[in-house]
């Protein structure tokens, strides 16, 4: 796995923990302590900004799960992968389109953009 | 035509333009002094820095005509849109996706990717 896919793969890891300590312990591996996170619904900055919207986004989509789509790609600092929304097992909801900066291996900026909403 | 579709066609006329008087202008009219571009081929800076790198563009890939792919969308102060370059009325060559930061309407910053390339 390369190092864009680790990272890609604990990202979306994250938005799917729902148990408070160990998405503590994600959120630590794969952001850095000044993440700057926002798309076109929410913005956060920190680890416990980002935490609060991820656990946003769970109650609002009880029982869904992110999973990666496709191959994430990037050059020099940038990293751009997909991801789909849905339940498991089901056709996504929502899918969207990350872009961030990545720093010694953590993220540390995220520009999310949605490519598929609900109707 | 929302300001993002604005900005995207002004983006794409300018990497079209082979007159460089009014590729100058054209760049004037859609980049801030500072803009500061890179996808995973080249980077530049300033009006002259991207203008040597269009210049260069268009030596590569001569006939060739980019052109807006989709519908740009945005939100904040970030835009996205897809291009394709090929040769006019025919499939496309290069395809790629930028993401850029607007600032008064004009772009600060670009960061492009690449979604399709020659095999």
């Known amino acids: 796995m390369t190092e864009l896919n680790r990272i890609a793969e604990r990202y979306i890891a994250a938005w799917n923990e729902t148990d408070a300590a160990k998405r503590k312990a994600l959120l630590d591996a794969t952001f850095t302590g000044d993440i700057s996170y926002a798309d076109p619904v929410m913005q956060g900055d920190g680890h416990d900004g980002l935490g609060a919207l991820i656990e946003g986004a769970q109650q609002k989509f009880a029982g869904f799960r992110f999973s990666l789509k496709g191959t994430p790609d990037g050059f020099a600092d940038y990293i751009r992968f ?3 929304l849905g339940p498991a097992g089901a056709e996504s909801v929502v899918e969207g389109t990350d872009v961030g900066v ?17 109707g």
């Open 82 to 84: 997909s991801w789909a």
């Open 102 to 118: 990545v720093k010694d291996g953590r993220l540390k900026m995220v520009r999310g953009f949605l490519d598929k909403v609900p």
